[in-house]
């Protein structure tokens, strides 16, 4: 089955620094959506992208759908301890199936 | 509204004993789905249906059942189960059954053990 690819795996920042993470894919997407999971819950959305070039931001996150609707963009704007958990993209084309990345672990350090 | 509920929220089987993961919605949306999560994986589709009465395999269906009798309802059915099938397994529904566009609402898991 297809994944898109995730990057970083894991990160470890000091509160307060800025964090960016990208999921890049072979096939072209209609929707990328990111999303937050806390150790024991289910993903939760954060933020959903519609159209190429989009950027949409909720609170200190901004993410983006990039250009050649193959790839996706979060960034996180001065991280605080809460902003720990596994952030993950997931991508649509036609159809019903979402695709996801693996996942990028997030350690912020006070 | 509950959104997404799942139960249980863990289970532990043993090899061969079958069991169902319940999933139910109250935002009245037309597409459901299970997916499993496994360290390194990712979330993997393993059905989905798209409205009552319709149903499709996923990337992993291979294990599982499912059926769609009512909107609200998408229950996981496990025959007999592996220690393959221990994972983390998440239930997901959408607005519309067919259609780009779409945001995906996860449940809160359940955890199952096949020892």
């Known amino acids: 089955g297809q994944q898109l690819n995730q990057s970083p795996q894991s990160m470890f920042i000091q509160e307060g620094e800025d964090v960016s993470m990208n999921c890049t894919s072979s096939?072209?997407?209609?929707?990328w959506l990111w999303y937050k999971q806390d150790p024991g819950e289910g993903p939760v959305l954060l933020i959903a992208?519609?159209?190429?070039?989009e950027l949409t931001s909720n609170g200190r996150l901004t993410a983006q759908f990039g250009i050649t609707r193959k790839d996706s963009f979060l960034n996180i704007s001065a991280s605080i301890p809460s902003d720990v958990g596994i952030y993950f993209c997931?991508?649509?084309?036609?159809?019903?199936?979402?695709?996801f990345g693996t996942g990028t672990s997030l350690t912020v350090i006070p | 509204n509950a959104g997404v509920t799942q139960t249980p929220k863990f289970q532990v089987l043993k090899t061969g004993q079958s069991m169902t993961l319940q999933c139910a919605q109250d935002?009245?949306?037309?597409?459901m789905s299970w997916y499993r999560q496994d360290p390194g994986m990712g979330l993997r589709l393993i059905h989905y249906?798209?409205?009552?009465?319709?149903?499709d395999q996923g990337e992993v269906p291979n294990g599982y059942n499912v059926s769609r009798s009512t909107t609200e309802d998408f229950p996981l059915r496990l025959l007999s189960a592996a220690p393959s099938q221990t994972s983390v397994y998440f239930c997901?529904?959408?607005?519309?059954?067919?259609?780009?566009?779409?945001?995906?609402?996860f449940g809160s898991g359940t955890q199952l053990s096949v020892l």
């Open positions: 997931a991508g649509q084309r036609t159809g019903n199936q979402f695709y």
């Open positions: 096939s072209i997407f209609n929707t």
């Open positions: 249906s798209v409205g009552a009465g319709i149903t």
């Open positions: 992208l519609y159209k190429a070039g």
């Open positions: 997901a529904s959408s607005r519309r059954g067919v259609a780009t566009n779409e945001k995906l609402f």
């Open positions: 935002m009245n949306h037309e597409y």
